[in-house]
């Protein structure tokens, strides 16, 4: 693995546990050049992926940036990063075990706005006017209203 601060090829493991949610592998290590210690995350990865975008493009599927959207949509609410990890853990395991080699955009972030909606409802609101493209406050106003009777419900 290589080091972040000093670009050596080299560095040994000094601990390995699993994380909370046992998804991934949490590897603290150690440069063999320069001493640094940083840390890594191991996790399976069952198939590529592609992505297919609007317009036809395509794109590797890639969890960073789908964790990256879901950080955002929560930002200042609240939510604590364990359950954006495991909303992440869960939809890309759904992705990967889907048994296709290419998804739609679209399908990941139904499976986004699905999960959103359970853990908060303004990061939901949040990710669907990103998502949806809203253009004016009416369309906050009438997204906001269906949030609040499916509350009700």
Do not use: W
């Amino acid at each position: 693995m290589r080091c972040p601060f000093c670009a050596h090829d080299d560095s040994q493991v000094k601990d390995s546990r699993p994380t909370e949610d046992n998804t991934s592998i949490r590897r603290r290590r150690q440069c063999s050049s320069c001493g640094a210690r940083f840390t890594t995350f191991e996790r399976v990865q069952l198939r590529e992926v592609t992505v297919v975008k609007s317009g036809d493009r395509r794109q590797p599927f890639d969890r960073a940036k789908l964790e990256q959207s879901v950080a955002l949509a929560c930002r200042k609410r609240g939510v604590e990063q364990e359950r954006i990890d495991q909303l992440v853990s869960g939809i890309q395991r759904q992705v990967e075990t889907a048994g296709e080699s290419e998804i739609p955009s679209s399908r990941i972030g139904e499976m986004v706005m699905d999960g959103l909606r359970q853990i908060d409802s303004v990061a939901y609101i949040r990710f669907a006017s990103v998502y949806r493209d809203f253009s004016e406050a009416k369309d906050f106003e009438e997204f906001a209203s269906t949030v609040q009777e499916a509350a009700r419900d």
